[in-house]
């Protein structure tokens, strides 16, 4: 049977089962290639949850000019505003730990037990809420 959906309806079905098929890769991996794994998907500039916030926030603005418009009612936008933020939010907090999951991705690899970075002004990572 033809799939009839438009190529980007099968595309966002496609990424949706890549991210699965990634979490369960993830869950059966080496400790280096998880670490990997982790590494790339929370990278704050090429990363997953990045790229992630960064559709969240098309489709909030999206339905924010349909909501204008009245096709979408105002909760819809307001909903994937705050997702967008929220995950925003999550990234933020994340970002403080890039290096470090770096540097198990690479310590990991090559077998290393050297320890982990520590921030320069010696707190915990993130922006600990």
């Keep these: 049977m033809t799939d009839t959906n438009p190529y980007h ?45 960064t559709l969240l926030a098309a489709a909030s603005h999206y339905a924010k000019d349909r909501t204008e418009n009245r096709v979408f009612p105002p909760e819809v936008w307001l909903a994937l505003g705050r997702a967008a933020n929220e995950l925003h939010d999550v990234g933020l907090d994340l970002d403080g730990y890039a290096d470090t999951f770096r540097q198990l991705a690479r310590r990991t690899a090559a077998g290393s037990t050297a320890p982990l970075p520590k921030p320069a002004d010696g707190s915990a990572p993130g922006r600990g809420r």
């Excluded at 949706?16 to 704050?44: G, K, M, N, W, Y």
């Design 9 to 53: 309806v099968r595309l966002a079905g496609e990424i949706a089962r890549e991210i699965d098929q990634l979490a369960v890769h993830l869950s059966q991996s080496a400790p280096h290639e998880a670490a990997q794994i982790i590494a790339t998907v929370f990278d704050p500039d090429d990363g997953v949850l990045a790229r992630m916030t």
